[in-house]
């Protein structure tokens, strides 16, 4: 299995920020409202800042109630559900995210295509679990931070979703971090997770997006920032494996010529 990319290795960290990468988030946003983009559709840029897009399938995947739907909305810079609903069937939500590359000094528009599938209907229904599968270039598996059973399946899952596709990135996710005084996952388990996996694992937070003055639009710019960790991280990963994949780049440290 493809080690991990090195956290801003690929990627151009806090590029976001910067007056050259304002610019480009600017097709994804309006009046500081985030744009939401349908399957078919792209942001339009100028024809002088014209880049390429690269399109990547991400499997959510988690136990009920972890926060799956809850982070795409946050990804998406949609309204975070305040009360939890197992979702029914497939849900699939397009983000797009400009990030600059650290090797060529290259802008890429990533088109991420999140599959949310619910626990009961991928128990329920034989063909889902296949169909969030197949051609699916990412797998991010979510635990709570507040749900030690959720901590505590992450092997199973693993396995039971990753197991066949060693070409796939993984990536864990722990949700509801700000909630962390109240843990059920101490540091040690973290870090005793991290050594024996050797994955990427973020943190994100529950609380609700921030607004705009009007008190109730989300705000689109402030939501792109408090997610900007967790869209790098998925480009880095997602680019770096098809740079292995392509020979571009040796499969791990030491496959690299002396």
């Known amino acids: 299995m ?12 806090d590029w ?13 946003l309006r009046k ?10 792209r942001p339009v840029l100028p024809p002088p800042v014209a880049i390429d897009t690269a399109s990547y399938k991400i499997f959510v995947s988690g136990k ?18 305040v009360v939890h609903h197992e ?12 990030a600059k590359l650290q090797a060529s000094d290259r802008v890429v528009m990533f088109r991420f295509e999140f599959w949310d599938c619910g626990e009961s209907a991928l128990k329920k229904f034989d063909h889902m679990l296949p169909a969030c599968k197949d051609k699916t270039d990412a797998f991010l598996f979510l635990f709570s931070f507040t749900d030690r059973a959720s901590f505590e399946d992450l092997p199973g899952q693993l396995a039971r979703v990753a197991g066949e ?10 949700s509801k971090f700000d909630q962390y005084m109240h843990t059920d996952v101490p540091e040690r388990d973290l870090t005793a997770f991290r050594q024996a996996w050797e994955l990427p694992l973020l943190r994100v937070k529950s609380v609700p997006g921030r607004r705009l003055a009007d008190g109730h639009t989300l705000d ?16 880095e990963q997602l680019w770096h494996q098809d740079q292995v994949a ?8 030491e496959d690299t010529p002396s």
Request: aromatic fraction near 4%.
């Open 87 to 98: 979702t029914t069937g497939i849900q699939t939500t397009v983000v797009f995210w400009p």
């Open 32 to 41: 500081n409202r985030r744009r939401v983009f349908g399957l078919l559709e």
């Open 165 to 174: 596709a060693p070409g796939v990135v993984r990536m864990v996710i722990g």
């Open 64 to 81: 009920s109630g972890v926060g799956k739907t809850a982070l795409v909305a946050k990804l998406a810079g949609l309204e975070v559900p």
């Open 220 to 235: 689109g710019r402030a939501g792109l920032a408090d997610m900007a960790h967790v869209l790098n991280s998925l480009a």
């Open 16 to 28: 976001q920020e910067s007056a050259e990468g304002k610019e480009y988030l600017a097709c994804i």
């Open 2 to 13: 493809t080690r991990p990319a090195a956290p801003g290795s690929v990627i151009v960290p």
């Open 246 to 253: 392509a020979g571009l780049l040796p499969t791990s440290p």
